[in-house]
């Protein structure tokens, strides 16, 4: 490599700025680390903002046996609750019952087991349905007389990610979007790693990137950054599940979720979305090469669409799909035949570093297999007491349990306080939008708008409720720098905006780029 050295020498490197890879850069950071986080494109950029937005212990996994994991998740639950009231809420699951598929004992036993499994405190426990006289059935199709219903948790999946890398960067990581890692050598004791930097304004000179550890977390894509950017082989692989959901108009009032058996053996999931709407989701099926940009096939749409209309009196067809999105799930191959039985849980895999630190052998790299955006917290625990023995540092105690995350500095039951409060230091707010900003920035709301007296304070308005002045926060303090950026990861705006409001806006952060090129630019330290 002849690209140009740079002096510091960080402790960890991290390839991926998905959830695990910003779980991972969080909890190190925290613990006095210096780390620097390598992104090619946006945060969440692929299957981290394409789940189905559930924190969960995941129902289905008690079949095939994986009560470690659902264990693991159950626990998460009300953990990530309490550190990201603002994005993560509670939602309350109703399953019916249908004749001739899993019979009601054998659903009662795992919801019993889904209830004391993972310590449950404050989510409320399963109870049973009449849906007869129950709102939930007034929406569903004559025949379904009785249904469980259960907690879990709904979560903005790429919000979570964005706020677990802006916690890291001010906690002194070094993070870089739109950064590929073009190669990486060991060179005695440390990595050196090079990267060129992309997109509008990117010079396109490599750098080289000095770490003492470094982290494979690149998601979907992590067997091709062994394979051609390390040249590594591993025994371990992954296995590639596209999974595909529909977004269409609101089918019920309430707001509870459901969840659906489908003949074939699958779960659907119907859950309330952006208040207007309906999610259904999700598919399975081997993607079965390197991922490109996913999107759902008219097989999948047409699939979720018969799931649903097995349930719901009103029928949904293809033709009242507004919206979808696909996402390669990178989940470790342990044989299984079918993709809805491959394993979704994580595998860590060390390679080098023998002895007690990576003087005395290789520095190490540890490369991320599978895992699921609700054991994001754990498996980066986990990760890092894996890297302890060569790090210490990282001894130090686990702490991201207790500690929120931006915006999420206040008690589960607090949000509307925090929205009257948003109201009281900004009364020219109108009620929808004041919710919106609390449940996109939590306190971070009263950070974004300060300063501002009146509506015309914030700037234009490009559509929806979306201001000059939340998108100028976007690019500053969360590295925001398309439309793309803030209309389908920061938020979901691009539901309720034009192609002329898209471009519109496009234009204006293009142009604030060119006046100032670096608005965020969140530097560690190293040593």
């Not at 469980?148 to 802006?166: G, H, I, K, T």
């Not at 390669?328 to 002895?355: F, H, W």
């Not at 754990?378 to 915006?407: D, I, M, N, V, Y």
């Not at 793309?484 to 496009?506: M, P």
Request: hydrophobic content about 40%.
């Amino acid at each position: 490599m002849d690209a140009r050295a740079l002096d510091p020498l960080y402790d960890i490197a991290i390839i991926g700025g998905g959830i695990n890879g910003c779980g991972i850069a969080r909890d190190a950071a925290g613990r006095g680390a210096s780390v620097v986080l390598l992104e090619q494109g946006d945060f969440a950029g692929a299957t981290s903002s394409a789940s189905t937005k559930l924190i969960h212990g995941g129902l289905r996994y008690l079949e095939h046996y994986e009560f470690r994991l659902v264990r693991e998740a159950l626990m998460e639950r009300e953990v990530l609750w309490a550190i990201a009231p603002h994005i993560i809420r509670p939602l309350r699951f109703v399953l019916p019952h249908h004749k001739g598929l899993r019979p009601a004992w054998l659903l009662r036993l795992g919801l019993f087991l889904y209830d004391h499994l993972g310590g449950r405190k404050r989510l409320p426990a399963t109870r049973t349905l009449d849906l007869r006289h129950d709102e939930a059935g007034q929406s569903l199709r004559a025949g379904y007389a009785k249904a469980f219903e259960y907690s879990d948790c709904w979560v903005e999946d790429s919000r979570l990610v964005v706020l677990n890398a802006q916690d890291a960067a001010e906690r002194g990581a070094d993070i870089r979007p739109r950064t590929k890692v073009t190669g990486a050598v060991r060179a005695g004791d440390h990595w050196q790693i090079e990267v060129q930097p992309q997109g509008a304004g990117a010079s396109g000179a490599r750098e080289m990137v000095r770490a003492r550890v470094l982290v494979n977390a690149a998601g979907p894509w992590v067997h091709e950054v062994l394979a051609q950017v390390l040249r590594i082989n591993t025994p371990a692989n992954v296995r590639l599940v596209q999974g595909s959901h529909i977004v269409v108009p609101r089918l019920y009032p309430h707001d509870r979720a459901y969840i659906f058996q489908n003949g074939d053996g699958r779960i659907i999931f119907a859950i309330p979305y952006e208040h207007d709407f309906t999610l259904i989701g999700t598919t399975d099926r081997d993607f079965g090469r390197v991922p490109g940009k996913p999107v759902a096939s008219p097989e999948e749409i047409a699939y979720l669409c018969a799931a649903a209309s097995e349930y719901f009196r009103t029928p949904v067809t293809p033709d009242t799909v507004v919206w979808t999105y696909s996402g390669v799930r990178p989940l470790y191959d342990d044989g299984a035949s079918k993709a809805q039985e491959a394993t979704r849980d994580y595998v860590l895999e060390l390679e080098g570093g023998e002895g007690e630190g990576a003087v005395s052998g290789r520095p190490p790299l540890l490369s991320v297999f599978g895992g699921k955006i609700t054991t994001y917290r754990r498996l980066a625990e986990h990760a890092l007491q894996k890297l302890g023995p060569f790090l210490p540092t990282l001894a130090r105690a686990s702490w991201t349990g207790g500690e929120p995350l931006p915006g999420g500095d206040f008690p589960v039951d607090g949000q509307m306080r925090i929205v009257a409060q948003l109201k009281r230091a900004h009364p020219f707010l109108e009620e929808r939008q004041a919710r919106r900003l609390v449940v996109a920035y939590g306190t971070r709301a009263l950070r974004l708008l300060d300063g501002a007296r009146t509506a015309a304070d914030l700037g234009c308005t490009f559509g929806a409720d979306l201001t000059e002045a939340e998108v100028l926060y976007l690019m500053r303090e969360e590295w925001a720098r398309t439309a793309e950026d803030v209309l389908w990861r920061r938020s979901k705006l691009g539901l309720r905006f034009t192609r002329e409001q898209v471009e519109a806006l496009d234009a204006f952060m293009q142009a604030s780029l060119m006046r100032q090129p670096q608005v965020s630019a969140a530097r560690g330290r190293a040593s």
